[in-house]
Nanobody
Framework: QVQLVESGGGLVQAGGSLRLSCAAS????????MGWFRQAPGKERDFVAG????????SYAASVKGRFTISRDNAKNTVYLQMNSLKPEDTAVYYC??????????????????WGQGTQVTVSS
């Protein structure tokens, strides 16, 4: 069992930055691929970024590539999402997710076994 707790959301002006963190419980964090997803009101939950268990491979949605960076610290059981040059369309609830390694592509929400409760990010214009 893995519990995920996101933090770092908030209100920021367009062009600003935020760093989200997701702390995981348990001693097997390094066995999991990690992903960030987001859901805006009235929309489906979309993939944002993902990182393999080793940190050796990452994937990004086209809409955030070049602006967002995912990273992880396995010693701290934490995954991060650095968000720069934020836009109003980035406003959403951001969720982190954990999926057993070798069980699928980073972009597929169905391969993730555990989800956090989400953190709100609001970008004002």
């Amino acid at each position: 069992q893995v519990q995920l707790v996101e933090s770092g959301g908030g209100l920021v002006q367009a062009g600003g930055s935020l760093r989200l963190s997701c702390a995981a419980s348990g001693r097997t964090f390094s066995s999991y691929d990690m992903g960030w997803f987001r859901q805006a009101p009235g929309k489906e939950r979309d993939f944002v970024a993902g990182i393999r268990w080793s940190g050796g491979s990452t994937s990004y949605a086209a809409s955030v590539k070049g602006r967002f960076t995912i990273s992880r610290d396995n010693a701290k059981n934490t995954v991060y999402l650095q968000m720069n040059s934020l836009k109003p369309e980035d406003t959403a609830v951001y969720y982190c997710a954990a999926g057993i390694r070798y069980s699928g592509v980073l972009t597929d929400p169905l391969r993730y076994n555990y989800w956090g409760q989400g953190t709100q990010v609001t970008v004002s214009s």
